[in-house]
């Protein structure tokens, strides 16, 4: 096994460098693309590989000229991408109707554009993240770090094969010319011929052309023709980066690319390469050494000179390298060079940071043989010279304080303060505005830290202390905490709360000389149900004794003779009082009922009196309707909990239990609905069962039978549906469907209606739901079926087969039955 997952470990590696290595044959050589050669969809697809790697315009032009194109090229590139947005949508919404390129066989062929561009992202998913200061400026593609194109004619730039003059003459002659520099080195000017320009700065091939010129214009020597000669299309030169470098090897750039060009195009040096000591070397000699920090700390750039066409840039290895961690500004990986010391380094490091400890600075280092530790102190930033290896650890000064002194509670002004010579409690008590008026007089506290970093508290008389006592005057050291409490502190909260009819019960906090008027108020006044003449305050018992006692509360009754009197009441309460506002005698909301269906006028109907019943609202209703189903009527009331509660407990205890056991049957029965309807993939389980739906029998009721006719109470609903003439036929039988009734038709007719039974049809528990909303079971017989009724089959629970170790109890058991049953035999 294991020898077989080696084998596929290897071909699957085979595989990938084989994909890898045939991409890298494949990929494209930028330098020679000419844009004007592209197609538009070619644009596009640029345009759309671009935004699915999250390159903007920018990083992808930039990019190209890394790879070589020219900057002519690049900005006909821009140019086209500009046109093809303003003509079509953005490429990142058409991304998908852009099709893969084939060949005329159909097969699909390597995109050169997407190939290039899977380059840029392998560029740009491997940006490094060293720590080496500088390293993150050169290797960060997300900046643009290239020459402007944009600038006048350096005089002093030297004119190359792939250059292009402009000439232009103005004045009493005036003619332009674009002189295309040939691979010879000259350019070809009417009425002139052929003029040699390679190796001419742009002022000595003005002065060279303006000679020619004369004979053809003569005003040129007079001065009244002027002649102007600058750079059309400048031309590529090829720089070669070696040594230690991000990625070297021959960059094609611009002509007015300088040596920080070409280390940004490279992505500058490694982590083993120097940024002190850049080699720019042309024709075999070293001709100008770079210095990059002075670019990355001051931001000036000696020896940054233009490069010329086969330049070479060589990056040494550094010659040392330090580390700053810690509280600095910046810490990372430095490269003093010899003249630098601890100083200049911790410049390069962004110097301290605020909470850093600068007296001293931690260095390790590295001996001939081993490691050693060090400490550097201030004096000795500027004359410690820096070795190749050396680890700076900047630490966090101390989190203490050597002069402070805290005061903290019922004083005007608590906080930390500084300790001075002979600093004594009292003069601590002045500097923080003194006491406040709820300060505990009888004793406040100094929490002392000991030499031993163990605490002691020590006890101070406040009273003799602001009387002038001086021994209670303590003098305070380092880090010594007063506490003075308040009487608030030291006392449970005081509150008092009011319930029933009041706007906005609750608790609210207690005042001294708080009336009951007052909290009357603050909960928002009295409720239009509030009984004014006798509102309950329940109060503490506070006995000092320990004789038991029943009582729980004092209960204090007041009452008032209106509502403005109450308000105004003065009655004085205490804390923790609890007061109670009952409701009014004989206040009544107005209940609300509904009527639905057939009747001449449905609608919402207030409730007149406690006692009106079904036939009442039918009346008011004006009758039912010629249509109306009265057997099928049903009243959906909403009971809740509260009230079911209340009702259990006022009947007798066999009524009770009787009731329990219906509610019983009627939940198993709604279980069983609603399991079937779940079994049967119906989604309408409102419709299976009514819950609150109370069957009532509205035939009987207007034949003037008064047993059947009840009392409504609030929200109750009325329905008297139209005249049903079929029945639901549901759960565990072939063919559930809706059967038309008829009359004197049994359960079992409309089972065959419906197919008949399943093989999981629970029979016995067979159940009628009739249209009014009531429910009968199967038991002692199926039910009668009516119009609008629902014939619910349930599923017949699965029952649990015997292993075999239930079968070996079950025979233990035998056994030992058999066994028992002899013994008594005997």
């Not at 720019?280 to 002075?294: G, K, S």
């Not at 009357?520 to 239009?528: D, F, N, P």
């Not at 009014?584 to 269906?597: F, P």
């Amino acid at each position: 096994m294991n020898r077989s997952i080696k084998r596929c470990t290897l071909l699957l590696a085979g595989l990938f460098w084989l994909v890898m290595a045939e991409a890298q044959a494949q990929m494209p050589d930028v330098s020679k693309v000419r844009v004007e050669q592209l197609s538009d969809q070619q644009v596009k697809r640029i345009i759309t590989e671009a935004e699915k790697r999250n390159l903007t315009d920018d990083q992808l032009i930039q990019s190209l000229g890394q790879r070589g194109m020219p900057a002519a090229e690049q900005q006909k590139l821009r140019s086209r991408i500009a046109l093809v947005r303003q003509q079509n949508t953005p490429a990142g919404k058409r991304a998908s109707t852009l099709a893969a390129p084939t060949d005329q066989q159909g097969r699909r062929v390597v995109d050169t554009t997407t190939a290039f561009l899977d380059s840029l992202v392998l560029m740009k998913d491997t940006a490094d993240t060293s720590r080496v200061f500088g390293a993150k400026l050169f290797r960060n593609t997300d900046i643009r770090f290239q020459p402007n194109l944009n600038i006048p004619t350096p005089k002093n730039y030297v004119i190359g094969t792939g250059d292009e003059l402009l000439l232009v003459l103005t004045g009493d002659n005036e003619a332009s010319y674009t002189l295309p520099v040939t691979p010879e080195g000259t350019v070809n000017i009417d009425y002139v011929g052929i003029v040699p320009v390679a190796g001419l700065t742009v002022e000595d091939a003005s002065n060279k052309i303006r000679s020619q010129l004369r004979s053809t214009y003569p005003q040129l020597s007079s001065g009244r023709t002027r002649l102007s000669l600058t750079l059309g299309n400048i031309r590529s030169i090829k720089v070669t980066l070696t040594g230690y470098v991000t990625r070297p090897g021959t960059y094609t750039l611009p002509s007015l690319a300088n040596v920080f060009h070409a280390l940004y195009a490279s992505g500058g040096p490694t982590d083993k390469g120097t940024f002190r000591n850049i080699q720019l070397v042309r024709n075999n000699q070293v001709i100008e050494t770079i210095d990059a920090y002075d670019f990355l700390t001051k931001g000036i750039q000696p020896g940054n000179v233009r490069l010329e066409d086969g330049d070479v840039i060589h990056i040494p290895v550094f010659d040392r390298h330090v580390t700053v961690d810690g509280l600095v500004n910046n810490p990372g990986i430095f490269e003093p060079v010899a003249s630098e010391t601890l100083a200049d380094v911790l410049r390069f490091a962004g110097d301290f940071a605020p909470e850093a400890y600068r007296a001293k600075v931690k260095v390790l280092q590295i001996t001939d043989r081993q490691r050693s530790v060090a400490d550097i102190y201030a004096e000795d930033y500027a004359s410690y010279t820096p070795q190749n290896g050396d680890q700076y650890l900047v630490e966090e000064v101390l989190d203490r304080y050597d002069n402070r002194v805290a005061i903290e509670g019922a004083v005007f002004r608590p906080g930390l303060y500084a300790l001075t010579d002979g600093l004594t409690l009292r003069q601590l008590i002045q500097r923080a505005d003194g006491l406040k008026e709820d300060a505990f007089m009888a004793r406040a506290y100094i929490n002392r830290l000991n030499p031993d970093n163990t605490q002691q508290l020590i006890t101070v008389d406040l009273n003799q202390l602001m009387a002038g006592n001086a021994q209670q005057d303590q003098v305070l050291q380092r880090e010594d905490k007063v506490i003075i409490s308040s009487i608030f502190d030291l006392r449970e909260e005081y509150t008092v709360s009011i319930s029933g009819q009041v706007r906005k019960p609750g608790q609210f906090p207690y005042v001294e000389n708080m009336t009951l008027g007052n909290l009357i108020q603050l909960s928002g006044g009295l409720a239009e149900a509030a009984n004014i003449e006798m509102v309950d305050v329940a109060r503490r018992i506070r006995k000092n004794t320990n004789e038991p006692d029943s009582v729980l509360s004092e209960l204090v009754q007041v009452k008032f003779n209106n509502r403005e009197e109450a308000m105004q009441s003065d009655f004085v309460l205490e804390p923790f009082d609890v007061v109670s506002v009952q409701t009014s005698t004989g206040y009544q909301v107005q209940r609300l009922v509904r009527i639905e269906g057939e009747v001449r006028y449905p609608g919402e109907y207030v409730l007149l009196k406690k006692d009106e019943t079904i036939s009442d609202l039918i009346k008011r209703a004006g009758g039912v309707t010629e249509f109306a189903y009265l057997p099928g009527a049903s009243l959906q009331r909403n009971v809740s909990d509260a009230l079911v509660a209340q009702g259990h407990s006022a009947l007798t205890g066999a009524a009770r239990q009787e009731l329990l056991a219906l509610e019983k049957e009627q939940e198993e029965i709604q279980s069983m609905a609603l399991e079937n309807t779940l079994q049967s993939g119906d989604s309408a389980k409102s419709d299976l069962f009514f819950s609150n739906y109370v069957g009532i029998r509205l035939d009987k009721i207007l034949d003037g039978v008064r047993k059947f006719d009840i009392p409504l109470e609030d929200e109750d609903v009325i329905i008297v549906p139209r005249q049903l003439r079929t029945v639901m036929v549901r759960g565990q039988v072939l063919n559930p469907n809706r059967v038309v009734y008829q009359d004197g038709k049994s359960l079992k007719y409309y089972i065959r209606q419906a197919g008949g039974f399943t093989a999981k049809a629970h029979k016995r528990k067979t159940f009628v739901q009739h249209a009014n909303g009531a429910v009968e079971g199967s038991i002692g017989g199926y039910p009668d079926v009516q119009p609008g009724s629902e014939i619910i089959v349930p599923t017949k629970p699965e029952r649990e087969k015997l292993g075999v170790q239930a079968w070996v109890s079950m025979g233990s058991v035998a056994t030992s039955l058999a066994a028992v049953i002899v013994s008594l035999l005997r």
